[in-house]
């Protein structure tokens, strides 16, 4: 099942409501602590005689770790605490947390520094969701200190949000802890699946309190591979080619053959009936030479001002016979090519994927993107691109917002890329790769994006297909290095990536891949 995201304010109205039924914040608070105890020993492998350091705030995070620290001690662990901004500082639920542990027999250590000396184990009870910026001192000095046990080896388990993480927007602060396990509490927070913040993470798992209802609805999903390849076209029997869907790229204007090509090896490999690649004359003869599986034929001539109009209809008439339509890689820039995607996104009465050069043509003419229109329109920009459409700073996490304010499927590319559909869905993608910030990558996306519709035009698919296109580049990254990944080596591994999700573990002759059915 997709994981559902909230915000950290849906989080608060949880627990306000759970308060409402009678559920008690100490009773909430106890449960936190009980998931922070097992994640700690999880992490350690054992827990009688582990030497666990608690870095605590003044709030309720820091209520959360004084409760941790009764609990380790009951378990025969031994717990060290230190409250960074002084015990006196304490009121409330913390308070009570801090003498509930000073009468179990515990006792608090003033430094941090101190406190962190022979530590099996580290917790950050530093600051949680009702931390908003850069952390301040003693918040900040004590963070460093973190940071250097970690150094030296021993793993941070952070309570709720790495000190330092907002965990709406995912933005991170200078100064911010990094964890090995983050134990995110009541529900999962949408921004510690957002880069950068995801990165700080480590393990995310959560620590459910009972406080999330039916009726609470996620700003955001998360897909793992089994939702992810449920999503995903799986050819009917007894379907021929033109019932498997017809995908036509325009792409690759003179010299830019390269994004034609893997935009073209993008869907082929994704799986669809038949693929056809528009391009101008020499890109043309490098698709077909490097795609033999592709149809391929040329547009008219985009750059000529006074021939674009006779092109922009030869693409609107061959469009006739797609059942999606992918524009952009490598389109060039220009009076031909802008008129061109305005009279795609204008009149293409089929779903049209626009990537790349498609994008910045769309800036120019904004008021396209706001018309009414009949087709599915998706845009796949990366962070400058979807900075021109926006016309300012991005906010990836804005996504729905875009998506909504333009009628259109938004992929937000980057680590963690977002995708948003006009009706409100958003998913947040866990897959991927810095083996996929390389040029081409995106091209290769925007062909299996359009291979996934050519079936059905199923927005839920798109997320999806982000989602695959992460795990190839994660393969293509473990079969070669990381740093040494090109765009082709992710379309060679778009195949093998949809069977791993479909959970082949790999090539064994003669056993089919299981058919979704047999799989649920
Ligand atoms: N349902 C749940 O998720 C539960 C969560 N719990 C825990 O409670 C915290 C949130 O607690 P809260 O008291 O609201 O906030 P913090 O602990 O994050 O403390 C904020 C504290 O720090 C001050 N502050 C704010 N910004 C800064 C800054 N930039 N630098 C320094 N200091 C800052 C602020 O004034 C406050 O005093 C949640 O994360 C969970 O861990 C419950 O225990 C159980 C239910
Ligand atoms: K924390």
Not at 499 to 517: F, T
Request: charged share 25%; hydrophobic share 45%.
């Amino acid at each position: 099942m997709p994981t559902p995201l909230f915000t950290p304010a849906q989080v608060r109205e949880m627990d306000a409501r759970a308060f409402d039924r009678g559920t008690s914040a100490d009773a909430l608070m106890e449960r936190a602590a009980g998931h922070l105890e097992r994640a700690v020993r999880d992490l350690a492998g054992y827990g009688y005689g582990l030497r666990v350091t608690i870095l605590c705030g003044k709030g309720n995070n820091g209520g959360d770790g004084l409760a941790l620290a009764r609990r380790l001690t009951d378990v025969g662990a031994r717990a060290t605490v230190c409250v960074v901004t002084g015990e006196e500082t304490l009121e409330g639920l913390p308070a009570v947390q801090r003498d509930r542990w000073l009468a179990r027999g515990g006792t608090l250590v003033s430094s941090p520094q101190e406190a962190l000396v022979g530590a099996d184990v580290t917790v950050d009870c530093l600051l949680g969701t009702g931390a908003a910026g850069e952390p301040r001192d003693p918040y900040r000095t004590a963070i460093a200190a973190l940071a250097a046990e970690r150094a030296q080896g021993t793993p941070v388990v952070a309570c709720d949000v790495p000190s330092g993480v907002d965990a709406e927007t995912g933005t991170v602060a200078e100064r911010a802890v990094t964890a090995d396990v983050t134990v995110t509490l009541g529900a999962e927070k949408v921004g510690l699946r957002m880069w950068p913040a995801r990165g700080r993470c480590g393990d995310l798992v959560t620590g459910d309190l009972g406080i999330l209802e039916r009726r609470d609805e996620p700003v955001a999903w998360s897909l793992d591979d089994r939702d992810a390849d449920h999503l995903l076209p799986f050819p009917p029997p007894g379907a021929h080619k033109r019932q498997r869907g017809r995908v036509l790229i325009v792409a690759g204007a003179q010299g830019m053959s390269g994004a034609a090509v893997l935009a073209t090896r993008g869907a082929v490999e994704a799986g669809v009936g038949l693929v056809t690649c528009l391009a101008a004359p020499g890109s043309r003869d490098a698709v077909a030479g490097a795609v033999p599986e592709a149809l391929t034929a040329t547009f008219g001539d985009l750059d000529d001002r006074d021939d674009h109009d006779a092109a922009v209809a030869d693409v609107l008439a061959r469009a006739q016979d797609a059942d999606v339509v992918v524009a952009g890689p490598g389109l060039g820039r220009g009076g031909g090519p802008t008129a061109l995607v305005r009279a795609l996104v204008e009149r293409l009465e089929r779903p049209l994927v626009l990537d790349a050069d498609a994008v910045n043509a769309l800036a120019e003419v904004p008021e396209a993107l706001t018309a009414p229109r009949a087709n599915a329109l998706v845009l796949t920009p990366h962070e400058g691109e979807l900075a021109r459409l926006v016309d300012g700073p991005v906010q990836r996490n804005r996504a729905s917002e875009y998506a909504a304010d333009w009628g259109a499927t938004v992929v937000a590319k980057g680590p963690g890329t977002v995708t948003a559909s006009p009706d409100g869905r958003t998913w947040v993608c866990a897959s991927g790769s810095v083996a996929l910030a390389t040029g081409g990558t995106g091209d290769v996306l925007s062909g299996m994006i359009g291979a996934v519709l050519a079936g059905d035009v199923d927005l839920a698919r798109v997320a999806a297909t982000v989602h695959w296109h992460g795990r190839a580049g994660e393969a293509a990254a473990a079969l070669r290095h990381p740093a040494a990944v090109r765009a082709g080596a992710v379309a060679d591994a778009v195949p093998t990536a949809r069977a791993r999700m479909a959970g082949d573990p790999g090539p064994r002759p003669g056993a089919p891949i299981p058919r979704p059915e047999d799989r649920r």
